[in-house]
């Protein structure tokens, strides 16, 4: 059965870095474009990045263009999700999800459990 | 941007009931929606895609409707298990992919 499972959330300050990860099992990994979907305490959901299935294509929300990357390493079935200069209100459950097509769906049919980032100072 | 905006924020309706949950876009998605589910401490389950096509495994009392603008998502005979949120997704003009600010279904 598909399985996504996040890690890497945690505290950290304002202004510092951290690399969210997915491992991703249960289907063919390099055959689905991923999203990072976020989810602010007591909020709704808020996408953040999608990549496409060979990673050719990225796309990221204005609200973390210049500061989040997205990747992925299809040998190791892994989405990534790199975040620099994290700000406060990037505080969120993280969740990766997986695109019902290559990249082109654009409508998410699994998700992760996700993983919980809290910048605080 | 497209605005998503969902309503009522908070729905509460008696066991065997018909429960209505709109949502409307700030412009045409055409059919490009998405009906989403979240119980508390869980991720989103998708319900709905193509503003009507059921996912897999998803009870038959879901159903979707709407196109362009206006969308609705029904359970028609509301079970104790659909106490949830309920985000609709647009996915017609990206990025950004946008959510809606979600309904709260109540069991009465």
């Known amino acids: 059965q598909v399985q996504l499972v996040e890690s890497g959330g945690g505290v950290v300050q304002p202004g510092r870095s951290l690399r969210l990860s997915c491992a991703a099992s249960?289907?063919?990994?390099?055959?689905?474009?991923m999203h990072w979907v976020r989810q602010a305490p007591g909020k709704g959901l808020e996408w953040v990045a999608l990549?496409?299935?060979?990673?050719?294509?990225?796309y990221h929300a204005d609200s973390v263009r210049g500061r989040f990357s997205v990747s992925r390493d299809n040998s190791h079935n892994t989405l990534y999700l790199q975040m620099h200069g994290l700000r406060v209100e990037d505080t969120a459950v993280y969740y990766c999800?997986?695109?019902?097509?290559?990249?082109?769906?654009?409508?998410?049919?699994?998700w992760g459990q996700g993983t919980l980032v809290t910048v605080s100072s | 941007e497209i605005v998503m905006t969902q309503s009522p924020a908070t729905l509460s309706v008696s066991p065997g009931e018909r429960a209505t949950l709109s949502c409307r876009a700030s412009?045409?998605?055409?059919?490009?929606l998405a009906w989403y589910q979240q119980k508390p401490g869980q991720a989103p389950r998708l319900l709905i895609y193509?503003?009507?096509t059921r996912a897999t495994g998803i009870p038959a009392r879901f159903s979707g409707s709407g196109s362009g603008t206006d969308f609705t998502l029904t359970i028609s005979s509301l079970q104790s298990e659909d106490s949830a949120v309920y985000y609709c997704?647009?996915?017609?003009?990206?990025?950004?992919?946008?959510f809606g600010g979600g309904t709260k279904v109540e069991i009465k």
């Open positions: 999800a997986r695109d019902r097509c290559d990249g082109t769906c654009y409508w998410h049919d699994y």
């Open positions: 249960g289907f063919t990994f390099n055959s689905y474009g």
């Open positions: 990549i496409w299935y060979d990673g050719s294509h990225k």
């Open positions: 412009q045409s998605v055409s059919g490009n």
């Open positions: 193509g503003a009507s």
């Open positions: 997704q647009q996915y017609n003009n990206w990025p950004p992919l946008t």
